[in-house]
């Protein structure tokens, strides 16, 4: 049996990715759209052979509740939008998937768990390397001991941020809409990554930020930030987040026995994996997977079988959370404690 999935905002990932994938998926099917261009959506229900009645706009989105076909919306909005959807999808008695970063400031994400809470609904967030087989392989890895005690992770993401040229890099640019740059954007691998690698959560954080103020593209978001998390177990993660490297979007463990290399970690495709120490190394052989599928079909298997998704508005939180204590440590120069 397929669960029915509202798709609320046709941009780039959403047409390109996601989409596409239902089709890969066991008990996830698309069965709505919510688009503030009428042509646009129209189009994609005759592309995807959807019935009228299962295109919404933003305005009348809400009446939704009463579309039996749909069981669960994913929200993939820029980033200060997902809030507002979130509620009204909880509100009209639906469960959500959301995007990452969950929201733009801790208080939208409070209140996004508790409208889910209050409704009885389910919330995820769309960490979909939670779902990528090269990432799942590591972090078993390193629970099973291979690298030995790990000492340090290092993860490094960044790309040309083109605003002027692509419509989806327009909004991510605008502080109101983005909440942040590089960071909450794709930082947010970094940061999630030195969490799910080490298996623990940071307990205090530095940071340092440079934007070139005359580059139009930084006047409201940062460009590069790095920042440092210590671990309870002494484990230091020392990540960097840019809008201006060329694409990169890599992590390494260190590891008293071995080292593990992904590169890329958290790409749409073609995941890479280095194991070595001081006699050489090797590329492990592992399958590479549908993550958009796995992600869409565990959403859809947690509301059948009534289990917490593995990636909870919790989840989704703490990494905002930590943002938060980045941009401040960055500001201050001071170490956060978190
Ligand atoms: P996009 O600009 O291509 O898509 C955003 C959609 O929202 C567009 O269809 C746009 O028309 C619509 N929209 C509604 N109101 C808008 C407004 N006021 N301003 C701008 N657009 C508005 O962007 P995208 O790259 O598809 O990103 C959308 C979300 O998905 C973001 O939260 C982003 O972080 C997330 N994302 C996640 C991944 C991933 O791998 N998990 C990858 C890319 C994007």
Same mark, same amino acid.
Request: glycine fraction near 6%; proline fraction near 5%; charged fraction near 30%.
């Given at each position: 049996?397929?669960?029915?999935?509202?798709?609320?905002? =046709?941009?780039?990932?959403?047409?390109?990715?996601?989409?596409?994938?239902?089709?890969?998926?066991? +008990?996830?099917?698309?069965?709505?759209l919510?688009?503030?261009?009428?042509?646009?959506?129209?189009?994609?229900?005759?592309?995807?052979?959807?019935?009228?009645?299962?295109?919404? #706009?933003?305005? !009348?989105?809400?009446?939704?509740?009463?579309?039996?076909?749909v069981?669960?919306?994913?929200?993939?909005?820029? !980033?200060?939008?997902?809030?507002?959807?979130?509620? %009204?999808?909880?509100?009209?008695?639906?469960?959500?998937?959301?995007e990452?970063?969950?929201?733009?400031?801790?208080?939208?994400?409070e209140?996004?768990?508790?409208?889910?809470?209050?409704?009885?609904?389910? =919330?995820?967030?769309?960490?979909?390397? +939670?779902?990528?087989?090269?990432?799942?392989?590591?972090?078993?890895?390193?629970?099973?001991?291979?690298? *030995?005690?790990?000492?340090?992770i290092? #993860?490094?993401?960044?790309?040309?941020?083109?605003?002027?040229?692509?419509?989806?890099?327009?909004?991510?640019?605008?502080?109101?809409?983005?909440?942040? $740059?590089?960071?909450?954007?794709?930082g947010?691998?970094?940061?999630?990554?030195?969490?799910? =690698?080490?298996?623990?959560?940071?307990?205090?954080?530095?940071?340092?930020?440079?934007?070139?103020?005359?580059?139009? %593209?930084?006047?409201e978001?940062?460009?590069?930030? +790095?920042?440092?998390?210590?671990?309870?177990?002494?484990?230091?993660?020392?990540?960097?987040?840019?809008?201006?490297?060329?694409?990169?979007?890599? *992590?390494? @463990?260190?590891?008293?026995?071995?080292?593990?290399?992904l590169?890329?970690?958290?790409?749409?495709?073609?995941?890479?994996?280095?194991?070595?120490?001081?006699?050489?190394?090797?590329?492990?052989?592992?399958?590479?997977?549908?993550?958009?599928?796995?992600?869409?079909?565990?959403?859809?298997?947690?509301?059948?079988? !009534?289990?917490?998704?593995?990636?909870?508005?919790?989840? $989704?939180?703490?990494? @905002? %959370?930590?943002?938060?204590?980045?941009?401040?440590?960055?500001?201050? $120069?001071?170490?956060?404690?978190?």
């Amino acid at each position: 049996d397929k669960l029915g999935f509202a798709i609320v905002g =046709l941009g780039k990932f959403a047409t390109e990715q996601i989409m596409p994938n239902f089709k890969a998926c066991k +008990h996830a099917r698309l069965a709505a759209l919510v688009s503030g261009s009428p042509d646009k959506a129209q189009k994609l229900a005759a592309q995807y052979e959807l019935p009228e009645t299962s295109v919404y #706009s933003y305005d !009348n989105f809400d009446s939704i509740k009463d579309n039996p076909d749909v069981d669960i919306v994913y929200i993939i909005l820029p !980033n200060s939008m997902h809030a507002e959807f979130t509620i %009204r999808a909880a509100q009209a008695g639906k469960h959500v998937l959301c995007e990452k970063p969950m929201a733009t400031s801790v208080e939208d994400c409070e209140k996004m768990i508790a409208a889910c809470q209050q409704a009885d609904r389910k =919330l995820m967030i769309a960490y979909r390397a +939670h779902f990528e087989p090269f990432n799942l392989d590591a972090m078993a890895r390193i629970r099973k001991g291979e690298l *030995g005690k790990i000492k340090a992770i290092t #993860s490094d993401h960044g790309r040309p941020v083109k605003p002027t040229e692509d419509q989806a890099d327009a909004w991510r640019v605008v502080k109101k809409l983005a909440g942040g $740059g590089s960071l909450m954007d794709i930082g947010i691998y970094a940061l999630n990554a030195a969490r799910y =690698l080490s298996g623990e959560e940071p307990v205090e954080i530095t940071a340092q930020e440079f934007s070139d103020k005359s580059d139009p %593209r930084f006047a409201e978001v940062e460009d590069n930030i +790095h920042f440092t998390l210590r671990f309870p177990s002494g484990v230091l993660a020392s990540c960097t987040s840019s809008y201006s490297y060329s694409e990169v979007k890599r *992590g390494r @463990v260190f590891g008293d026995k071995a080292w593990l290399d992904l590169d890329p970690l958290s790409d749409y495709k073609k995941h890479t994996m280095k194991i070595g120490d001081d006699e050489g190394n090797q590329e492990p052989e592992i399958e590479e997977g549908n993550q958009f599928a796995a992600e869409l079909d565990h959403m859809a298997e947690c509301v059948l079988h !009534n289990k917490t998704p593995k990636t909870p508005g919790e989840e $989704g939180l703490k990494d @905002v %959370r930590y943002i938060m204590a980045i941009y401040e440590a960055a500001k201050t $120069g001071k170490a956060v404690k978190v």
